[in-house]
T-cell receptor, first 113, second 109 residues
């Protein structure tokens, strides 16, 4: 079955620790995205990538880093510099037609204690 | 600035019809999406409109008026499983998605 996977579903970390969230897709999509969602708010774009070994900052990239070494994988690292990291993190992918639908993984809920 | 406005919460009765409105102001426009998001889950695609008019897809329909910067999502024959948040999303001139905060729809028996 084609799709996007994110793991784990729930993640707990101590303040000051870096943490990496995984995102894998087997849809052969060129573009991948990371979003953050806070209660009562819309999705906010952290980073996106349209091609391997290239990525662009979104609206709220500070305190986050990404890599795109393979087309299928787009991991997100939440660094200790991110002031308020507790949130629901969503990964998505799409083709590069611009108007194409983004398909989402199940999300990772990160709680920093 | 870019902005999406939609009601925070709506309540409707099982079996009834509900219309969720959305107005948008974005830098350019390349279409409007509606997504459904159940609590704690990822958004799932419902519809995409780029031309004016109504697009019907089963119990769900989506309408767009580009001149008014307005869209609505119409849900018919409401079922309890339709209880979710409905996200209005505009695609701007740079093909970036601008997400609304979502409308939480509560369905009562």
């Amino acid at each position: 079955d084609g799709g996007i996977t994110q793991s784990p579903k729930y993640l707990f970390r101590k303040e000051g620790q870096n943490v990496t969230l995984s995102c894998e897709q087997n849809l052969n999509h060129d573009a991948m995205y990371w979003y953050r969602q806070d209660p009562g708010q819309g999705l906010r774009l952290i980073y996106y990538s349209q091609i391997v070994n290239d990525f662009q900052k979104g609206d709220i990239a500070e305190g986050y880093s990404v890599s795109r070494e393979k087309k299928e994988s787009f991991p997100l690292t939440v660094t200790s510099a991110q002031k308020n990291p507790t949130a629901f993190y969503l990964c998505a992918s799409s083709t590069l037609t611009g108007t194409d639908t983004q398909y989402f993984g199940p999300g990772t809920r990160l709680t920093v204690l | 600035g870019q902005n999406i406005d939609q009601p925070t919460e709506m309540t409707a009765t099982e079996g009834a019809i509900v219309q969720i409105n959305c107005t948008y102001q974005t830098s350019g426009f390349n279409g409007l999406f509606w997504y459904q998001q159940h609590a704690g889950e990822a958004p799932t695609f419902l519809s995409y409109n780029v031309l004016d008019g109504l697009e019907e897809k089963g119990r769900f329909s989506s309408f767009l008026s580009r001149s008014k910067g307005y869209s609505y999502l119409l849900l018919k024959e409401l079922q309890m499983k339709d209880s979710a948040s409905y996200l209005c999303v505009s695609l701007d001139s740079n093909y970036q998605l601008i997400w609304g905060a979502g409308t939480k729809l509560i369905i009562k028996p």
